[in-house]
């Protein structure tokens, strides 16, 4: 009776597989004649793969095929680099672990393929770590394997749906941060640009510095102060204008140093503020327009820089301080 053989496993097959032909790839490098027509017929074989369009230059590739391409060429790259590591570890450990006393020849541990020494890699692994670096999405596109309900049509119109509607939340969120940006810059230049200033009805000028531009600016530019009675304005709103209506002449230190007698009792003409001031800035608004697109009366939105007026403005001022 024959003896029983176990049946090799799929592993062990491509293991034998692989080491016949290193083996034989081996025997013809050995042999030059041998090594010559194995190059002929290895050209012969691309050339004729190359005919028939089965292999493909980068230059000539899809951008898909190209990243498939470098996925793949980069798994290969790791497993190589893999390999040589692990081949580099053996042989040390070999060095290590053999006596002096007995010379590398008379060795043969020291003889044997390091390709045998590498432990079996299991399948469930390798195509684990195969899944987790190709993409499963990128091998094919849906315009290639049309269905129902991802037609080229339907793929433009939800294209365009998407787009509009991204379009529209940007715009409501930049008209928002617009405009509130807008606001608060413009009621902080308001304050130097229309030189107002709240004061208390009985306020008296300080005395000032030498400077006409820093006496203007100290005298403009002062704290607000909320008011319960009276809220009163500067009506000049320029610098010069301002320091001529308080000085005599603003080119006299005297003057400007509150030491002439002639304007030392002057004071800024000031009134009471009755709300009828306004102020306007310009601001990011939506209008509503119609037009005429592709013979059809069409109402569209724009956001245009308008005008816009603001009443009360030392008002919110009052309420902000």
């Known amino acids: ?35 010559e027509a194995y190059k002929k017929k290895d050209n012969l074989r691309y050339t004729e793969k190359r005919r028939k369009k ?31 590591k692990r081949n580099e570890r053996l042989l040390q450990s070999l060095r290590e672990n053999t006596p002096d006393s007995i010379a590398g020849d008379q060795n043969p541990d020291s003889q044997q393929n ?33 269905t129902p309900s991802s037609s080229s049509s339907n793929l433009n119109r939800q294209k365009v749906a998407g787009i509009r509607l991204a379009g529209k939340r940007r ?10 940006a807008t606001v608060i810059q413009t009621l902080e230049k308001k304050v130097h640009a229309l030189r107002v200033q709240l ?52 080119n006299k230190e005297a003057c400007m140093l509150r030491k002439c007698r ?19 800035f310009k601001t990011w608004c939506v209008t509503k327009e119609k037009r005429l697109i592709k013979g059809q009366e069409k109402e569209i939105r724009r956001t245009v820089n308008g005008q816009k007026k603001e009443h009360s403005f030392i008002g919110q001022l009052r309420k902000k301080s």
């Not at 020494?117 to 049309?146: G, H, K, M």
């Not at 008296?204 to 531009?213: T, V």
């Not at 009506?235 to 000085?247: A, F, H």
């Not at 002639?262 to 306007?280: A, M, N, R, W, Y």
Request: hydrophobic letters at 30%; glycine letters at 0%; one cysteine or more.
């Open 54 to 84: 089965q292999i493909k230059l980068v230059s000539e590739m899809t951008p898909r095929e190209r990243r498939a391409k470098q996925c793949e060429w980069r798994e290969r790259k790791a497993r190589s680099r893999q390999n040589k």
């Open 199 to 250: 004061l208390r009805a009985n306020h008296k000028i300080q005395q000032l510095s030498s400077h006409p531009k820093k006496v203007a600016k100290q005298i403009l530019t002062k704290k607000l102060k909320p008011l319960n009675s009276k809220i009163i304005a500067f009506l000049e709103r320029d610098d010069n204008k301002l320091c001529k209506s308080i000085v005599c002449d603003i």
């Open 1 to 35: 009776m024959a003896r029983y053989k176990r049946p090799k496993t799929a592993e062990e097959i491509r293991k034998q597989k692989r080491e016949c032909e290193r083996k034989r790839r081996a025997r013809i490098k050995a042999n030059p004649d041998l090594y």
């Open 114 to 146: 390091v390709f045998n020494l590498s432990p079996a890699s299991s399948t469930a692994s390798t195509v684990f770590r195969r899944s987790s670096l190709i993409n499963p999405r990128s091998s094919f596109s849906r315009e290639e394997c049309p």
């Open 171 to 180: 715009e409501e969120s930049n008209l928002k941060i617009n405009t509130q």
């Open 262 to 280: 002639v304007c030392l009792h002057k004071s800024p003409e000031i009134q009471l503020f009755d709300g009828s001031e306004t102020t306007t």
